[in-house]
């Protein structure tokens, strides 16, 4: 168990729907990234946040959005939602030692999207 | 942008033998992390390299970091079936707060 909870755990919804993918970090960790993984891919950098701002973008489609709160937990939103949208979503956090680029993430068990 | 290779993408090993899977970047890395999914399972750390030319070893499992701090390796020795998943290398460069993630290298294990 990483600490890093993410719900819900399956997601069955359809074409165009709008859904909210929740993401609570391992305690003490500041930041938190969102992961793509689609079926035979990798893991596809979506976005980062550090103490409630965004710090970093990835390949994030414009459908799609984030924020972290005030207690750090984060949610990904996910609108008009197409069938390659279909995917494993991954939640991951880490201290994020100020200056450094050396953190260690620490990875939720993930939600699984399915579109249809 | 930077990019990270991962090769080979699929690894089928007899099980007793040993392999070893490669990641290079495009850009130079300021360190290279490596991470095992298995099946079903998330991404958790194994070990990070932050040294040109570091080498580091976590029982079976070698990883190195190349001098010009652009490539690395796993290599596992006398592979068990424990072994299975794939593995994924990640490295920031200087000043780039996003960690790129290879491709993975998806292991399998014939007994």
């Known amino acids: 168990d990483s600490g890093v909870t993410q719900t819900p755990k399956h997601l069955i919804t359809a074409t165009g729907q709008r859904v909210t993918l929740r993401c609570s970090p391992r305690s003490g960790d500041l930041s938190v990234y969102w992961y793509q993984q689609s079926l035979d891919q990798g893991l596809q950098f979506l976005i980062q946040?550090?103490?409630?701002?965004?710090?970093a973008k990835g390949n994030i489609l414009e459908r799609f959005s984030a924020q972290q709160f005030p207690d750090l937990h984060s949610e990904l939103n996910l609108s008009s939602l197409e069938l390659g949208d279909s995917a494993l979503y991954f939640c991951a956090s880490s201290v994020l030692t100020s200056g450094a680029f050396t953190d260690t993430q620490y990875f939720g068990p993930g939600t699984r999207l399915t579109v249809l | 942008g930077q990019q990270v290779m991962q090769i080979p993408q699929y690894q089928h090993v007899q099980e007793g033998e040993d392999f070893t899977t490669y990641c290079n970047s495009s850009t130079t890395l300021s360190n290279i992390q490596w991470y095992k999914q298995r099946p079903g399972g998330h991404p958790v750390f194994l070990i990070q390299?932050?040294?040109?030319?570091e080498v580091k070893k976590q029982k079976r499992l070698t990883f190195q970091f190349g001098e010009a701090k652009k490539n690395s390796s796993l290599h596992i020795t006398a592979t068990q079936t424990t072994d299975v998943g794939t593995y994924f290398c990640a490295g920031y460069t200087i000043n780039d707060y996003k960690l790129s993630f290879g491709a993975g290298t998806t292991v399998t294990v014939r007994a």
């Open positions: 390299l932050v040294k040109s030319g």
């Open positions: 946040y550090y103490n409630g701002e965004e710090r």
